[in-house]
């Protein structure tokens, strides 16, 4: 059963719970998949049962069309924020990790098409891939820090969470209004332009601010 890790491998003191996640808050990445700059975050949730490490790899399902990578930093909740404002968040931030948000592409594609929402696509099992997390101690520290995608060790995905449309402030903040985040809950923050399928087999590397990652895709049992 999967379980927040810290850098050492240390199980962290919080129960897994949801993965609140942001859509379009890079611009090239809007742009690449057509869309517009909306008025509020685009956010929807990923179930603890999407939520896994990287212990056996980067699972993906067979036979579902497309699956592609989108690289994230992910930021882990330590104290309940609810309607919270820009002082409270230092203190209810754990940490952050570098996150994979797993799309079905095709299936994502068919329910934009028909106006459906777009759990079938983002909110499968093993759809949030999880590294360590590491510690802060105040959000500004991740306010310029780098993200890093490489496929068979050609580079896909390079962008810094400076180009973020919604800062992290403004990200936890709004999300907060939309949903009580608890203790153990993860914000994933939008992923910059580059995103692409994945194939079993393949070999990845990616980076998020000081957190590296060499792993491989293998088909879900």
């Not at 989108?70 to 209810?92: G, Q, V, Y």
């Not at 093993?126 to 959000?139: E, Q």
Request: hydrophobic fraction near 45%; include cysteine.
């Amino acid at each position: 059963m999967y379980q927040h890790l810290d850098e050492q491998g240390q199980a962290l003191p919080f129960t897994v719970n949801k993965a609140v996640c942001v859509g379009q808050n890079y611009l090239a990445h809007m742009q690449e998949m057509g869309g517009a700059p909306a008025k509020q975050a685009v956010l929807f949730i990923k179930p603890k049962t999407a939520i896994t490490g990287l212990a056996n790899g980067v699972m993906i399902p067979n036979d579902v069309g497309e699956v592609h990578y989108e690289l994230e930093l992910a930021i882990l909740i330590a104290k309940p924020l609810r309607n919270a404002s820009p002082k409270e968040l230092d203190a209810a931030v754990w940490g952050y990790a570098a996150a994979l948000d797993l799309t079905l592409r095709d299936v994502q594609l068919a329910l934009k098409q028909s106006s459906h929402p777009w759990e079938r696509a983002k909110a499968f099992d093993k759809s949030c891939v999880l590294s360590h997390f590491k510690p802060i101690n105040r959000l500004s520290e991740l306010a310029d820090v780098e993200l890093r995608f490489e496929q068979n060790t050609q580079l896909k995905q390079q962008g810094t969470t400076k180009q973020m449309i919604r800062n992290l402030s403004a990200l936890l903040c709004e999300a907060s209004r939309c949903f009580t985040l608890e203790p153990g809950d993860v914000l994933l923050t939008g992923t910059p332009a580059g995103v692409g399928p994945l194939k079993a087999g393949d070999k990845l590397a990616f980076k998020v601010a000081d957190i590296s990652v060499e792993t491989e895709v293998v088909l879900s049992e």
